[in-house]
């Protein structure tokens, strides 16, 4: 359920998730691929929209709703999503998002001890969740004939959650062991989590989805009831239907279903501290015997698509991938195929986030590079580009290539419901999500040179996960020396 940012492997660069405009589903009047549009003359981004068939409504309780049709299966995916994720958690209680998730599984007065996963699992469809900085999602993929099921039990849980010590405290330690094993006994996880902490250190992006332990230690069943009674109702949240289904009986079935569920709360804005600017450099090396693979990474506070101006984020995203985002890229071509110092090396930028987010670039050193001069070598490429930017073949390439992703990820009914109720629940619009070809068509060269140049150039967050040091053979000569004068 608790997820750190998943990786495109395809692409060679990690993309949060899922990325907003990174990572979009595009459709033009029928499902087309790549080859497909090459054949009629090339990819006409004027002709792109990102679900053209899209509904979108809003209930009288102030659910939102968006339905996209897709019906080369029999299937449909629902998702309902909260706007609301660890950032918006009271202070002291990190991991209460998280903590409810988990706790949102174990049954209401209406379908208790867990009965919605249980016919789920006897209908073989599939579930899950997830809770995010900014968000928290629980879906269902099944046949479209449980769909309407679907609707009824999770705008059940929307109000009805009934918790009582017996179920919480386990769940409890189950999300501590979770903490154990995916984070405290992940050396990669840890120095994440440190990165984030010395980079936001006024605004709550800096504390962990999961909690920190001690927190964690202390959520309770009030705890999480009262976030649960403030945050999960209907004018908080955001329906997401994809698949083979009509917008009409949807609408229906939502009315009949989330419609009958009461405005619980008024959450408010969503305002958070604001993070001043970082003074000074910010560096953290971890070492740990675990660590198989060195690697350096240096990350920068950036716009995210919610707040940025003009096109500066759609300019970060192709920044983003023509420095690190393929294996043309320069950060690749650089050190890994010229001069063959690592064994990788990329860039990515996080769009989706409600407030500002992060622009990264890495690299793992091969065997007999140091991580300091890993680190000069980045600087030098970024400093090229900073002096002379990047060429009108780099920016056409980089749209080409991030239009083509968006048409071949269309086979992806999941992904497709994750990019709206991910917009959705950051700031951004239906129409925001529907635009992003156009836009990414927009940037210029000189858009990028201006976004690398007004961010790039401040101080970043360094981070070395490091092997320990083996010791030398004078090393051992001398161990062995102490040991004998002991005995």
Known sequence: MFSLVPFRKSALRPTVALTLFGLAVATVSAPITVADAQARGGLDVSQITIAPNLSHFTLENGLEVVVIPDRRAPVATHMLWYKVGSAD?????????????????????????????????????????????????????????????????????????????????PERDVVLEERRSRVDANPGSRLREAMDAIMFVNHPYGSPVIGWESEIKALNKDAALAFYDRFYTPNNAVLIVA??????????????????????????????????????????????????????????????????????????????????????????????????????????????????????????????????????????????????????DELARAKHAMVADAVYAQDSQTSLARIFGAALTTGSTVEDVQSWPQRIQMVTVED??????????????IGYLKMPKQPGPEANDASAQTTEERS
């Open 89 to 169: 958690e009271p202070e002291g209680q990190s991991g209460v998002a998280h903590f409810l998730e988990h706790l949102m599984f174990k049954g209401t007065s209406t379908h208790p001890n867990g009965a919605f996963s249980k016919l789920i699992a006897d209908i073989g469809g599939r579930e899950n969740a997830f809770t995010s900085l900014d968000y928290t999602a629980y879906f269902q993929r099944v046949g479209k004939e449980h769909l309407p099921a679907m609707m009824e039990m999770e705008a059940d849980r929307m109000h009805n959650l009934v918790l009582t010590d017996e179920v919480v405290a």
């Open 243 to 392: 698949g083979d289904v009509e917008p009409d009986e949807v609408r229906r079935l939502a009315e009949n279903t989330y419609g009958k569920v009461p405005r619980r709360a008024e959450p408010g804005a969503r305002l958070r501290p604001a993070e001043p600017p970082l003074q000074g450099t910010r560096r953290i090396e971890l070492e740990d015997p675990r660590v198989r693979q060195e690697r350096f990474s240096q990350v920068w506070i950036v716009p995210s698509s919610s707040n940025a101006e003009s096109v500066t984020s759609e300019a970060l995203d192709v920044l983003s991938y023509v420095l690190g985002g393929s294996s043309s890229s320069r950060l690749y071509t650089a050190l890994v195929l010229d001069r063959e110092i690592a064994l990788s090396a990329g860039s990515y930028y996080q769009a989706t986030a409600l407030d500002d987010s992060r622009f990264a670039v890495f690299g793992s050193p091969k065997p007999g590079t140091a991580l300091p001069e890993l680190e000069q070598a980045i600087a030098r490429v970024i400093d090229v580009l900073l002096a002379d930017g990047i060429s009108e």
């Open 448 to 461: 990028v040179k201006q976004a690398a140049r007004a961010y790039l150039t401040k101080e970043p967050v």
